[in-house]
């Protein structure tokens, strides 16, 4: 067998980069034709050197900004003294990340993971361990309930109960145990809930459905629900959590605490995958040595950097930012309804935009905000989300909404 010829000349403009890609790399994603080089704070520049105002914040990996100095610092002084030990070993940074990380979620214990879909997968098998161990539902039995339009990963299992064909079709056999309702239904969820329920999995806000917030009291509602029925309520705050919504928590706007919260994407402080599980202690104890682990999950590197952005959320300056800012967020889309917006939601720095579909596809927007100096990432259809990270101030977050407003009364 021999390689393919390497294309890439010595002198790699934007343009050469994305043509180098097409035959080496997996078409899973279709990403915007921007190179991204370097980046400061809200500021990214590309290989030309022109500059964007990231409002998409790597899916709100970067809720700090890229490169904090405060989590660029923990990860270098880590970096200089030890990255991996594996769980064979202890190491010195994982009981204080844990413990802090406790404390500010209002629970008791955590279970460090890498990736979110890991820390879903993670929750999955804890909640079926504990509907056989505590609740008492007979062998092989336990069921979970989902909401549609759910977006928790992509693995097999969890693509298994997605109701999006593009992140299910091809991929089966999938595995059984999920009950699918609508979102946002109390009723629906009371119907599917059961003697063989062991958690009901949803996202408090539903990030890649559109930024879709479920009436007041749904959240409150569930918490009821699981707790009259024995089940436990495991909340996907991976997208919504860490301060995003004004809150360190999306549930915290209903002032309820789940039984198990996962969490991911800013809590790497977008420098590493660091992702959790966190819970009760009578959950979480269902696991016991060697039934569950990862060689990286709860790595010193991860534990000093997810340490680092726990010290960041417990000023609760970021969550004030998200939501004084957030005020400013929803005006400025207030003023756009009707001139190219149909109709929006959002909470704190986050909002799904439904754009006039007679002015382009949310791609297409997408397209022309970059070309504006602004990237966002569009979802489904003509909604586009917005989620700066949220040390943005409010001059950049005008300067993004009158990049908006302009891109919306340009002729198609
Ligand atoms: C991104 C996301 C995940 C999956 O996280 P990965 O790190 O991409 O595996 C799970 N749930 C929600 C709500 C997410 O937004």
Request: glycine share 8%.
């Given at each position: 067998m021999t390689a393919p010829a390497r294309t890439l000349p010595d002198s790699r403009t934007s343009a050469d980069l994305i043509r180098a890609e097409a035959p080496v790399l997996a078409h899973n994603y279709h990403p915007l034709p921007v190179v991204v080089a370097r980046a400061e704070g809200v500021w990214v520049e590309d290989v030309e050197g022109r500059r964007y105002l990231d409002m998409l914040a790597g899916y709100s990996a970067l809720n700090f900004g890229h490169r904090h100095p405060a989590l660029i610092?923990?990860?270098?002084?880590?970096?200089?003294t030890l990255t991996l030990t594996s769980r064979a070993f202890h190491n010195d940074?994982?009981?204080?990340?844990?413990?802090?990380?406790?404390?500010?979620?209002?629970l008791d214990m955590v279970l460090p993971m890498n990736t979110g879909a890991e820390a879903v997968e993670s929750a999955i098998k804890v909640a079926r361990k504990w509907a056989y161990e505590v609740k008492g539902v007979p062998a092989d039995r336990a069921t979970i309930v989902v909401a549609a339009d759910n977006f928790h990963g992509r693995t097999t299992?969890?693509?298994?109960?997605?109701?999006?064909?593009t992140a299910r079709a091809g991929f089966g056999p999938f595995a059984p145990g999920f009950r699918v309702v609508p979102y946002n239904d109390l009723a629906a969820l009371r119907e599917a809930v059961d003697e063989t329920t062991a958690a009901v999995l949803i996202e408090p806000i539903q990030g890649e459905a559109g930024v879709v917030i479920p009436d007041d009291g749904y959240l409150a509602g569930v918490r009821e629900l699981t707790r009259r029925e024995n089940c436990l309520f495991v909340a996907d705050e991976i997208q919504s959590g860490l301060g995003r919504t004004g809150r360190t928590l999306a549930v915290e706007h209903e002032e309820v605490v789940p039984d198990v919260l996962l969490l991911g994407k800013a809590l790497g402080g977008g420098i590493v995958p660091v992702s959790a599980v966190v819970a009760r202690r009578e959950v979480l104890g269902v696991l016991r040595p060697g039934e569950h682990g990862s060689t990286f999950g709860g790595n010193p590197l991860a534990a000093a950097v997810g340490t680092a952005v726990v010290e960041l959320l417990e000023t609760g300056e970021f969550q004030r930012r998200a939501a004084e800012l957030g005020t400013a967020l929803r005006d400025g889309l207030t003023a756009l309804v009707g001139r190219g917006v149909v109709g929006f939601r959002a909470r704190g720095l986050w909002a799904g935009v439904d754009v006039d579909p007679a002015i382009g596809t949310g791609r297409e927007i997408s397209e022309r905000l970059m070309r504006e100096g602004v990237l966002v990432k569009d979802t489904h259809g003509s909604t586009i989300r917005l989620a700066p990270p949220l040390t943005?101030?409010?001059e950049e977050l005008a300067g993004a909404?009158?990049?908006?407003?302009?891109v919306l009364t340009q002729a198609a």
């Open positions: 610092e923990a990860a270098h002084r880590q970096l200089d940074r994982l009981a204080e990340f844990a413990e802090r990380l406790a404390a500010l979620t209002g299992t969890i693509v298994g109960f997605s109701t999006d064909e943005i101030t409010g909404l009158a990049a908006l407003a302009k």
